[in-house]
């Protein structure tokens, strides 16, 4: 099958066409035939496969015919970087058809997305909350929904979103068409699967496991020179798109400072950016301007970028399921890609446990000019802060600060953390910098 023997629109056709599509991924040869015939389907298929194209062109195709200017198709999304990718998607695929659509989420002022409504679109895609919130002001009505997505509901499942998705649901009335896609298929999905879907058919691409064009690797390494290691793999790595995953925003910040000192460019997605920090990260990401990025889970469903070559887990996630989701953004659409992980010894219940669900054992990398004996407190493996309370304590006691030129000069307000007096207004941020030192002590020196 090829796209262009669908039974389809020809300007649906013409429009995948200049999109590039040419031969149909797994998902979509197998779900194209069944939902262009108006079949509810249970697609089981990480993100990189090619799903948006089913539930996209399916929708296109139903919403051609029919009344226009009314809100027909729902496709419901766990992100506001996902939603805006199924969006454009649809926008590249809808050619001139003249289907308008509309993404919904929160973040950002309602103003453009009501005016969007009042206008009259055909396609709403939205995120759980501000859905709610639109349809509790009156500003959306589902009463006309023909076609209903749910799309990475396992996502949806993980941030809490279950309640509202069902809330949701039950605005729909009468008979429609769903399609429900995830990337893997646990008990309260598929208890979520018995309830809104009418005899679906089930297709399962992969399921629960990683691409195959995907090449797994492990850096065993001493938490303490995490920082380093990473450095070096980046180093011996060709860096035109590489995402590195972290556990906290704060080692986000972080890894990002000491990752542009080394010459790199890079950037950083995480859930405290604004909504145009986010775009404006993704964008350069996208187009090359960035080298790298750092990125808590917030952007492990909604990063869409099929040239991403290497995957780097600087913390292994908590579960397979993530570790799935994670490297999903590495070997998309049957290319080829790279995702190494940090490993510290508390983290081989969880490698295991990866290795398992991979069917083989993970292959461990080893440099052969890189210290793994290096002592915790030497100057390669101290944060620059570390560093910095230590030149200070140098210059009280009456040492010199030409040594350390290199680094820059600390001024008076900077160093008032560190110094024995302290005025009413800076006991404040001394008591913080005291907290942060106490962090820095056990984890500081990744």
Known sequence: MNFQELPIDSRLKTAISKAGYVKP?????????????????????QTGTGKTAVFAVTALQKMIH??????????????????????????????????????IYGGVSPKHQIEALNRGVEILVACPGRLLDLINQKYVSLRDIEVL????????????????????????????????????????????????????????????NPAETVNHALYPVPFYLKTGLLLRILEKTETDSVLVFTRTKRRTYRLEKKIKAAGYKVTSLHGDRSQNQRDSAMKGFKQGIYQVMIATDVASRGLDVDSISHVINYDIPDTVDAYVHRIGR?????????????????DNKTVSAIE???GYSIKRVKFDDF????????????????????????????????????????????????HGKKSSSSKKNYQGAKGKNKQHHSHSKS
Do not use: C, W
């Not at 493996?381 to 350390?404: F, I």
């Open 371 to 418: 210290d793994y004996d290096a002592p915790q407190n030497s100057p390669q493996t101290r944060n620059k802060s570390e560093q910095a309370k230590n030149r200070h304590r140098r210059a009280n006691k009456g040492g010199s600060g030409k040594k350390t030129t290199h680094h820059k000069k600390s001024s008076g307000k900077k160093s008032s953390h560190y």
């Open 330 to 346: 590495t070997g998309r659409a049957e290319r080829k890609g790279d995702a190494f992980t940090l490993v510290t010894p508390e």
């Open 356 to 358: 398992k669900r991979l």
């Open 25 to 45: 991924t797994p998902i979509q040869s197998q779900a194209l035939p069944v939902t262009l015939q108006g079949g509810d389907v249970i697609g089981i298929a």
């Open 149 to 208: 997505v749910l799309d990475e509901a396992d996502r949806m499942l993980d941030m809490g979103f279950m309640p509202d998705v069902k809330r949701i649901v039950k605005q729909i009335p009468g008979e429609h068409q769903t399609m429900l896609f995830s990337a893997t298929f646990p008990k309260e999905i598929s208890s979520l699967a018995d309830q809104i879907l009418d005899h679906p058919v089930k297709i399962n691409v992969g399921f629960s």
């Open 66 to 103: 029919g009344p226009k200017k009314k809100a027909r198709t729902l496709i419901v999304t766990p992100t506001r970087e996902l939603a805006k990718q199924i969006y454009d998607n649809i926008k590249m695929l809808s050619g001139n058809t003249g289907i308008k659509a509309v993404t």
